[in-house]
């Protein structure tokens, strides 16, 4: 009965595709329910005029906090620390005028470790072929890691290599995440500096391109405004606080690798020599 067996022939091939093709969407189910990944069309219109250059909207950005926050870091007596010198918000002047500042830069020696501010994950590794920024990485940090109820993204840039972590990787405070550079940064423009940016989201989703990383209705932070240790972080907030709530004390690593405050769950990105 050649019909038959050729029947059976087809019909066993075809549950072994049915087979296959299940397989395959549970697998791609599966990796993406455990990710927070989304599509560049699914961010609103304002997510995408204050943090893509395409969309570029400078309304948008101040909706989402891209302006001088007046907060004033205090730092440690009996400890030096790397210090802020441009700070966030700035609105630049020279080859990138008319664009704002959207995080701190914090300039230090080459090749300083830069360490992670939080316990986070690693969610993306930028090489810096389009724009100023060199090498980079995010962390995302989940309200468990900092105490704070939003999900928070630091970005690192300007490393001298590339560093070492993984996507997908957990990283805690304090971790080295790679040595101070100035990769990015056209000819001699600036010393060696970390460009640290500072969003955050009430949604853990964020989308991703080869070049940047957009929280799902994200806002930017001044970096500072981490360390009051609690909410609100957000500019306008920030920029009406009374003038006495205006100044955040610092919390930092010591070269021996001891946190100040004990317990602290946000650290300065640079160790603090003590005097
Ligand atoms: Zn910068």
């Known amino acids: 009965m050649p019909n038959h067996s050729g029947f059976g022939l087809l019909s066993t091939g075809l549950i072994g595709a049915i087979l296959l093709l299940g397989l395959v969407a549970l697998w791609s189910g599966g990796a993406q329910a455990g990710d927070d990944l989304v599509d560049f069309k699914s961010l609103d219109k304002v997510t995408k005029g204050a943090f893509t250059g395409k969309f570029s909207n400078r309304d948008h950005q101040i909706e989402r906090g ?17 210090k802020i010198d441009h700070i966030y918000g700035e609105a630049w002047q020279g080859p990138v005028a008319g664009k704002f500042h959207t995080g701190t830069d914090i300039p230090a020696w080459w090749d300083d ?3 992670a ?15 100023y920024r060199g090498l980079q990485i995010v962390l995302r940090h989940s309200p468990e890691d900092t105490g704070l109820p939003v999900w928070i ?18 990283v805690r405070i304090g971790d080295v995440l ?15 500096h970390l460009h640290l940016t500072v969003s955050f989201s009430k ?29 609100p972080i957000d500019t306008q907030a920030m920029r009406a606080l009374p003038k006495s709530e205006r100044r955040v004390k610092i919390a930092y690593k010591l070269e021996t690798g001891k946190i100040v405050p004990p317990g602290a769950k946000i650290i300065w990105p640079f160790a603090c020599d003590p005097d």
């Open 178 to 192: 790679g040595p101070n550079g100035k990769s990015g940064v056209p000819g001699e423009m600036r010393e060696p």
């Open 203 to 231: 949604s853990p989703k964020y989308a991703r391109n080869k070049w940047l990383l957009v929280p799902m209705e994200g806002h930017y932070a001044d970096p500072v405004a981490l360390f009051r240790g609690k909410m």
């Open 117 to 131: 501010m939080a316990d986070g994950e690693v969610v993306a590794k930028f090489t810096g072929e389009r724009g």
């Open 66 to 82: 891209l302006l001088e926050s007046k907060l004033i870091p205090v730092y440690p007596e009996g400890a030096d620390c790397p």
């Open 153 to 170: 993204y630091t970005l690192y840039s300007h490393f001298s290599s590339m560093p070492e972590v993984e996507i997908g990787q957990r």
């Open 113 to 115: 470790p830069i360490y």
